[in-house]
């Protein structure tokens, strides 16, 4: 069965290379890069197998977009906490009339995500708290494509006001 890879970032200015991609049934990082194929340099390597591939790519690479810890663990934050942190509101049907992910989120700065999970009656369950530099990149791509639609608390709360 094939993985289901999740691109997480390239420092590439030009070609996307390298780059690494996430496993997201594994959690395994895969490492796209240039091949090394001199055989001196395969010589050096510790424990090369023989159905092993090494790739070169920059440093940078694995500081900006790797994982920064082995195991993801979530904070999770009560609704006080996560109320001081509110910034804009968008309603459901323009995200789905624009395709956006079904999933409830907030950006509070270049490395904090908030992740709402509710249960199927609407009901917050808990908030989930993400510094992963990757999935707040990934959250970025998606608030950029959703701000046009977004509003701030103010004109969202005056919306809401009537309807009720």
Not at 71 to 85: A, G, K
Not at 110 to 118: D, G, I, N
Request: net charge negative.
């Amino acid at each position: 069965m094939a993985r289901q890879l999740r691109f997480t970032g390239t420092d590439s200015k030009v070609d996307g290379r390298p780059a690494l991609h996430a496993d997201e049934g594994t959690g395994e990082i895969i490492v796209q890069g240039t091949p090394v194929t001199d055989p001196e340099d395969l010589a050096q390597l510790q424990h090369l197998g023989p159905n092993d591939a090494a790739v070169a790519v920059p440093r940078e690479l694995l500081v900006n977009w790797g994982p920064k810890e082995t195991e993801r663990v979530p904070e999770i934050v009560d609704r006080d906490t996560f109320r001081r942190l509110f910034q804009r509101y968008l309603w459901r049907e323009d995200a789905e009339r624009t395709a956006l992910p079904a999933e409830d989120f907030w950006i509070f700065d270049p490395r904090l995500v908030a992740l709402l999970h509710f249960d199927d009656d609407d009901n917050l369950l808990n908030i989930e708290l993400t510094t992963e530099p990757a999935e707040v990149v990934r959250y970025c791509v998606v608030r950029d494509a959703a701000m046009h639609h977004a509003v701030p608390r103010d004109e969202f709360a005056a919306q809401v006001a009537p309807n009720e």
